[in-house]
Structure formats: structure tokens, C-alpha cells
């Protein structure tokens, strides 16, 4: 399994931004793709994933500002990322998770600042 991310950069606060993560499985055999971010000295934390049935699922952090969505080709999730804020700055990691199983893989990272 492939994960390639796209779209992190330098924003200011209150700004957006739009990353995307395209995988090599499709959503034939995808249970969930999405994004997960980790801040210096942090955990890792959920920030948004996309179930193959179309549910959604958000970390309390991002809800109301954040939206994942699936691209019209079969494999690439898109997150708009609006009213952002210095604490989104982080790595934000793509996720993946086939169905049957409960291995996870992961993106190589993007980088996402966000200045005051």
C-alpha cells in the first residue's frame, strides 16, 4: 500500500488550506482513509477519516472547521482545512485501513504552519 499527501504549506491564521492523500488500493478494498496529525511533543491525534460507507468521523479539535471528502476518482480523500489556527500546526499523516483488518498504513507526512 501507497500513500502519496499533498497540499501542506505555511498559512496565517485564520487562513485555509487543502491537503489530499491518494492511495494505491481503491475503496473496493478500503475500509477507511483519512488524517491523522502529530505537533511537536504531542501524541498522534484523529484528525478526520472517511469510511467507505460515506461516514465521516472528526477529531473534537478540528469539527466545524475541517471537512473530509472523497474525490471523485476511487482512491483520493481531500481535506478542506478553513479557520485555521496556530495549535493546527503539525504533521499531518495519512492513514489507511483495509477492510478485515486492523494494520494501518501511513503516508510519508506534510508539514502544516500556521502563523500567528
Known amino acids: 500500500v501507497q500513500l502519496q499527501a499533498s497540499g501542506g504549506g505555511l498559512v496565517q491564521a485564520g487562513g485555509s488550506l487543502r491537503l489530499s492523500c491518494a492511495a494505491s488500493?481503491?475503496?473496493?478494498?478500503?475500509?477507511?482513509l483519512g488524517w491523522y496529525r502529530q505537533a511537536p511533543g504531542k501524541e498522534r491525534e484523529l484528525v478526520a477519516i472517511?469510511?467507505?460507507?460515506?461516514?465521516?468521523n472528526y477529531g473534537d479539535s478540528v469539527k466545524g472547521r475541517f471537512t473530509i471528502s472523497r474525490d471523485n476518482t476511487e482512491n483520493t480523500v481531500n481535506l478542506q482545512m478553513n479557520s485555521l489556527k496556530p495549535e493546527d500546526t503539525a504533521v499531518y499523516y495519512c492513514?489507511?485501513?483495509?477492510?478485515?483488518?486492523?494494520?494501518?498504513?501511513w503516508g510519508q507526512g506534510t508539514l502544516v504552519t500556521v502563523s500567528s
Open positions: 488500493e481503491t475503496f473496493s478494498t478500503i475500509n477507511n
Open positions: 472517511f469510511f467507505r460507507s460515506g461516514r465521516t
Open positions: 492513514n489507511l485501513r483495509k477492510i478485515f483488518s486492523s494494520r494501518d498504513y
